[in-house]
């Protein structure tokens, strides 16, 4: 059974926008602690934006704060990132993550992520 799956990549200009969406299956979408995370070539697996359920509070990096919001459809269950003012050093390839758990102060460490999409690419030129 395919837990989580993205869309909503492709190709953009710098200072442009994208949308990813990510669809869940019922019990994955009722994790504590849902995010996307993404991974350029030769680079580490980094966080980029989560939502911890319990609090209700949202976590980004400082390199997309203010550019990057994530957001639920609980209806659809499903997760969203909408990304603006996009930059080429965010090419990557993104995934969609669920957790049981997440401590506040770790909550973008991708180890905590037990179940993964597929990604979807997101690639923006100069």
């Known amino acids: 059974q395919v837990q989580l799956v993205e869309s909503g990549g492709g190709s953009v200009q710098a200072g442009g926008s994208l949308r990813l969406s990510c669809a869940a299956s019922?019990?994955?979408?009722?994790?504590?602690?849902m995010g996307w995370f993404r991974q350029a070539p030769g680079k580490e697996r980094e966080g980029v934006a989560v939502?911890?359920?319990?609090?209700?509070?949202?976590h980004y990096p400082d390199s997309v704060k203010g550019r990057f919001f994530i957001s639920e459809d609980d209806a659809k269950k499903t997760l969203y990132l909408q990304m603006n003012s996009l930059k080429p050093e965010d090419t990557a390839l993104y995934y969609c993550?669920?957790?049981?758990?997440?401590?506040?102060?770790?909550?973008?460490?991708?180890?905590?992520?037990?179940?993964w999409g597929q990604g979807t690419q997101v690639t923006v030129s100069s």
């Open positions: 939502a911890r359920r319990g609090t209700g509070s949202t």
């Open positions: 993550a669920a957790a049981p758990f997440c401590p506040p102060g770790e909550a973008l460490d991708s180890h905590w992520y037990k179940v």
């Open positions: 019922a019990s994955t979408y009722n994790s504590n602690c």
